[in-house]
């Protein structure tokens, strides 16, 4: 079992930056891919970031060059770092942990940007 929590949401102002975590309890973290994703209200949850247990990364177009996604294996958590913030990024932020037919949420994580 797995279970996955995320921290690091909150409130800025547009154009700030914020880093989301996610840190991941269970066994075998390094060779899960982990993605985060996003649902604003009203909108179906998009995938806004992802990387692979090799490292590869892939982002929807709306966040490239604004936001990078990491993971740290000593530790088992996953990152999310997000600079230059707009409002349409106000969401709830999912983290997300697959392998296989494996496939785990966490609770998700509030991120309003706004002035």
């Known amino acids: 079992q797995v279970q996955l929590v995320e921290s690091g949401g909150g409130l800025v102002q547009p154009g700030g930056s914020l880093r989301l975590s996610c840190a991941f309890f269970?066994?075998?973290?390094?060779?899960?891919?982990m993605g985060w994703y996003r649902q604003a209200p009203g909108k179906q949850r998009e995938l806004v970031a992802r990387i692979t247990s090799g490292g590869i990364t892939n982002y929807v177009d709306s966040v490239k060059g604004r936001f990078t996604i990491s993971r740290d294996n000593a530790k088992n958590t996953v990152y999310l770092q997000m600079n230059s913030l707009k409002p349409e990024d106000t969401a709830v932020y999912y983290c997300n942990a697959a392998r296989l037919a494996l496939l785990y949420w966490g609770q998700g994580t509030q991120v309003t940007v706004s002035s």
């Open positions: 269970g066994s075998a973290f390094a060779t899960y891919s």
